[in-house]
């Protein structure tokens, strides 16, 4: 069914959709944010103004941005889904051209006042683009190889822009957000399966030809991969950040040091330590009772998204529903795995509490879609 | 778009499970991840908090103290003072460059300061600091303080460092502190880690050298939590070192600043010694340098000016230096001959003025001769022709184990650099050294202490405190370590028959105080304290017969360094002594014009402990001698502050 087709009159207008928000997600995401914002005090050393402030502000813009995207109805944004699909792409094009340079990468664009960062949006953008690509195309195409292949080039395109940046963890990000959509769209396991076998596959063939003429990937990138199976073969180098992180998060036990007693954040052994890294000072002052906590608080967000997709008869409202909830879990997922030592590190914030304004704005603004979906859905 | 009911619904079923599995793997995940923190945070726990604690942790060591050298009244000698300095870790300031070049906008940095600096940092571990400057004064230093944050790396130091408040007097006894070199740790089996940090000072001559490890100390630790980039956070604990054992010398610091002054510009060294107990009481050479020059790093130029100065001011002449004792050294043959019972106290010689020994004739110094001598004569008038036949007639290994009894040719175990032996040669050292036989000819050389004999000032200072006490007196430096008192045991006899050495004695007295003594001009005639001695004058150039027949030129027309050395050595007070002096003037020409004056000065000065009154000297020189005083240049010396004596 489709939002074309039903009585729109059943849909709350003006400000009676205050009453409709899904208030727990909203709290929630707050609840994050606060605890972003205390961790943010802490890892500046008890200084509000350094990193904290600047985030509360772009906070309260981005929980106005979700309430604005939100009241708006839903089919306006599957209508707009292709624009802003193209419309993130040229931003992207736009980086490659005249991007700054940040970190040794292009992922700044200067307008101004604001500097965007294009691929934050485009994560978004895809996924609401997908989600309007499926409810568009007849369920009985959804598996038919050929439609499998145009929303596959859907998410290429954007994911060889950010890797030219280069981007790796924004790229992993894009394919799985991706792949989340089209897995929701109820496209055949065996797409999904024929992928992981040939990913394995790779991986297999990449190890392989260590060595040999035909090496698949320069011996930087094998030394990387050794760093990450083996962070203590490297300490003071490549390995330094991921032995540092996970010092940072065992040294906190069961209780944690205290706040603002974390040692290895405090005296600035932690790499990154306001951005992707923040978590282990979470984790390092409140120890896993604190980490726990958050890793519970971000699982009953994704747990409310999924829970407003299933009671949602709308196609596009659910997959978009599923699609935001998916990148947002892929998101902590990545950073939390990441500075674990379950994955090699990428470079993925953690959603909310790291310190960033595009991510922050653009992932509330994401989450007003979810609010739209909610508030909007068929009654 | 229509489409049908049946559609929809199935879609959103399919949806539905297809979310419900997405819900399903995302607990899974979650569930996952809780593990993976549980194994971190709580099985690993205790041993990541170690890890931590060995992050942030660090231990530093704190240099002790180096230990204080006093002279023998107590006051201090060898003395620590507060010095500023900056040091950089190359780790921590990741761009050293930059960071010295923004230092050098803040405070002056020479350019050898920052060469060397640029060198170590090129050399050295990156993580050990590295010395920039030394000596800042305090505003620099707090300058340098207050923009820490904008110097990476760079950390301010409060050390201590040596100095030597009576500069030039203690040079050559005490030798001088300087950074620890590569050289130095090469030398070491097993360093001491406090020789690792930056320019750690060490003693690298003389005493501070040779007691280095008492002087040094222990080291003290610093438990200090630092960040990442090593900044010192703040201090968890500190356990101070043990501060180096005080050294207490024998030497008075007011006799060796008058030592020091009296031999002025000369090329010479003085040694008093006490004859009992054998305390050097002075020991100098001259020209002196000023040891604190070392310890700041001396510059080049200066260095060079040291080096290349014709009258060696770095030697230490008075334990270094080896001269042919000259006439001094017939007090050993005279001994020699007696103890053989080759010569009896009153048997005479006849001096001609040469001896004739095949067809090579040996010359007095005397051209007309002495005519008939005795012993004591011979020692007052220096008669070399009677030494020329009683060294003939006793044989060179009886005067070389005199010599050695006396204490020439023994090198003497004292805490100081490149002591010299001396020699006393003999067939055996001669057959040793050269594959050739001892000639009657070196016999007489030796009888005269020309020839192979050398001689250090300290050694004729011991021989003469020897033969005014008759006792063997082993020279003393060191009076207490660390508080201990190093043991003196009364010495021993020499075992030289009184009646010999009593002769020996009269023969030394009548050359100061006997009308035709060779150093008469020299006399003291304060009853207290008169003197006995015996000049010297060593030839360092053979006089051929060819120009003994023009004549001998005279030494004012020789170049400085083709003159004679000037030697005397005495002993006072002659009833009973209790002080030795040996003065070597080099190329100074005669002893008894040269040396015996100094050596009076001095002698006096010892004896008097202190200035003594000018009624000591004769009366015609009295004029002299009080202009003469007027014109040292002595140091202004406070008392000691009394520390010194309760450690001593």
Redesign the interface.
Same mark, same amino acid.
């Given at each position: /069914? *489709?939002y !074309?087709?039903y009585n729109v009159k059943t849909v709350p207008s003006g400000l009676r959709k205050v009453l409709f928000v899904n208030w727990p997600l909203a709290l929630l995401l707050a609840a994050v944010a606060c605890l972003g914002f205390l961790m943010l005090y802490s890892v500046a050393g008890g200084r509000l103004e350094v990193w904290a402030e600047p985030q509360m502000k772009r906070f309260v813009v981005g929980m106005l941005a979700m309430f604005i995207v939100g009241f708006i109805p839903i089919w306006f944004w599957r209508n707009v889904s292709a624009v802003v699909y193209l419309g993130a792409l040229v931003l992207l094009v736009a980086v490659e051209l005249f991007g700054d340079v940040g970190k040794g990468a292009q992922r700044w664009l200067d307008l101004g006042p604001i500097r965007l960062q294009p691929s934050e949006m485009m994560k978004i953008a895809l996924v609401m683009f997908l989600a309007a690509y499926y409810d &568009?195309l007849?369920?009985?195409k959804v598996s038919r190889p050929l439609w499998v292949l145009i929303p596959l080039i859907f998410i290429l395109v954007p994911t060889f822009l950010v890797l030219k940046q280069p981007d790796l963890g924004t790229a992993i990000l894009l394919v799985a957000g991706g792949g989340?959509v089209m +897995?929701?769209? @109820?496209v055949s396991l065996w797409y999904f399966g024929t992928v992981l076998a040939l990913v394995v596959a790779l991986v297999f063939a990449v190890f392989e030809s260590r060595g040999t003429d035909w090496q698949l990937i320069e011996d930087y990138q094998f030394k990387r991969i050794d760093t990450f199976l083996d962070p203590g073969s490297d300490p003071l180098g490549a390995g330094y950040n991921i032995t540092?992180a996970?010092?940072? #998060?065992? *040294?906190?036990? &069961?209780a944690g040091k205290g706040y603002m007693q974390g040692?290895?954040s405090? #005296?600035? %052994?932690l790499p990154e330590k306001h951005t992707d890294f923040i978590f282990t000072t979470l984790?390092e002052e409140f120890? %896993?009772v604190g980490? +726990?906590s958050l890793?519970i608080l $971000?699982?009953l967000i994704?747990?409310f998204c999924?829970f407003s @997709? #299933?009671t949602n008869?709308d196609?596009y409202a *659910? !997959?978009l529903t $599923?699609g935001i909830?998916?990148t947002f +879990?892929l998101f902590f /997922?990545v950073n /939390? *795995?990441m500075v674990? @030592?379950?994955m090699p590190v990428v470079g993925v914030p953690l959603p909310l509490v790291s310190y960033g304004g595009t991510a922050m704005i653009v992932l509330l603004a994401a989450f007003g879609l979810v609010q739209s979906a909610h508030i909007h859905r068929p009654r | 778009m229509r489409r049908s009911p049946k559609d929809n619904l199935e879609s959103h079923r399919k949806i539905s499970r297809r979310g419900l599995m997405l819900g399903g793997i995302q607990a899974a995940a979650v569930l996952t991840l809780t593990y993976r923190m549980r194994h971190l945070q709580v099985d690993q726990a205790d041993q990541f908090k170690l890890l931590a604690e060995e992050n942030s942790i660090k231990i530093r060591l704190l240099p002790p103290a180096r230990g204080l050298i006093f002279d023998r009244s107590g006051a201090v000698i060898a003395g620590n003072e507060q010095n500023y300095r900056i040091t950089i870790t190359p780790e921590d300031a990741g761009d050293p460059e930059m960071v010295l070049e923004r230092l050098q906008a803040l405070i002056p940095l020479s350019p050898e300061d920052l060469d060397r600096t640029r060198r170590e940092i090129a050399r050295r571990s990156p993580t050990l600091p590295i010395s920039i400057a030394d000596r800042l004064s305090w505003e620099q230093f707090s300058l340098v303080a207050v923009n820490a944050p904008a110097l990476p790396g760079v950390t301010t130091e409060v050390g201590l460092s040596r100095v030597y408040p009576q500069g030039p007097d203690f040079a050559h006894v005490l030798g001088y502190v300087g950074p620890v070199s590569d050289y130095d740790l090469s030398k070491l089996e097993d360093p001491d880690p406090l020789l690792q940090i930056p320019r750690f000072q060490i003693g690298k001559l003389g005493v501070e050298a040779k007691l280095e490890d008492a002087l040094r100390g222990k080291a003290g630790t610093r438990r200090i939590e630092v960040n990442s980039s090593g900044r010192v956070m703040r201090e968890l604990g500190r356990k101070e070192g043990d501060a180096g054992a005080n050294v207490q010398l024998t030497i008075d610091r007011r006799l060796q600043n008058y030592v020091q002054a009296r031999l002025g510009v000369d090329s010479a060294a003085a040694v008093v010694i006490d004859t009992l107990t054998g305390d050097i009481l002075a020991i100098s050479s001259a020209p002196s340098f000023d040891p604190n020059l070392f310890v700041r790093g001396i510059s080049s130029a200066d260095y060079r000016e040291l080096t290349e100065n014709d009258h060696r001011p770095l030697a230490d002449k008075s334990v270094q230096g080896a001269y042919p004792p000259g006439s001094t050294f017939k007090v050993v043959t005279a001994l020699a001959a007696l103890e053989a019972g080759v010569v009896g106290l009153d048997e005479t010689v006849w001096c001609p003025g040469f001896l004739k020994l095949g067809d090579r004739r040996f010359h007095c110094w005397k051209r007309a001769g002495h005519g008939h001598v005795h012993l004591t004569q011979s020692l007052e008038q220096s008669c070399d022709v009677y030494y020329y036949d009683i060294a003939q007639r006793v044989g060179i290994d009886k005067i070389a184990a005199m010599a050695r009894r006396l204490g020439v040719g023994e090198e003497f175990d004292l805490p100081m650099s490149a002591i010299s032996g001396g020699l006393a040669p003999d067939k055996d050292w001669k057959k040793r050294t050269y594959g050739k036989d001892w000639l009657i000819g070196d016999t007489l050389n030796a009888g005269i202490g020309q020839g192979f004999v050398l001689a250090s000032p300290l050694q004729l200072a011991v021989m003469s405190a020897r033969v005014a006490s008759g006792r063997n007196v082993m020279p003393r430096l060191i009076r207490a370590i660390g508080g201990e008192e190093t043991p003196v045991a009364e010495p021993a006899e020499l075992g030289i028959n009184p009646a010999h050495l009593a002769a020996v004695r009269r023969g030394m007295f009548d050359v100061t105080n006997a009308r035709r003594g060779t150093a008469y001009s020299a006399r003291v005639v304060d009853d207290t304290m008169r003197i006995a001695g015996k000049t010297g004058t060593s030839q360092v150039r053979n006089i051929t017969a060819a120009e003994r027949a023009r004549g001998v030129i005279s030494n004012d027309d020789l170049p400085w360094n083709r003159r004679d050395h000037a030697l005397f050595v005495c002993f006072g007070p002659t009833d009973a002594p209790r002080i030795a002096v040996s003065v070597v003037v080099e190329h100074g020409g005669g002893g008894s014009a040269v040396a015996a004056p100094i050596a009076r000065d001095i002698i006096l000065q010892a004896m008097a402990g202190g200035t003594p009154p000018l009624t000591a000297y004769p009366e015609s020189q009295r004029n002299r001698i009080e202009s003469e005083r007027n014109e040292l240049q002595l140091m202004e010396l406070p008392p000691p502050d009394g520390k010194g004596q309760s450690r001593a």
């Open positions: /069914m *489709s !074309l087709e &568009w007849d369920v009985k989340i +897995f929701a769209a @109820g540092q996970q010092i940072a #998060l065992g *040294s906190g036990g &069961w040692t290895q405090r #005296l600035n %052994f984790a120890g %896993f980490a +726990f890793l $971000y699982a994704v747990g999924i @997709g #299933l008869r196609r *659910s !997959l $599923y909830a998916g +879990f /997922m /939390m *795995s674990t @030592g379950l | -």
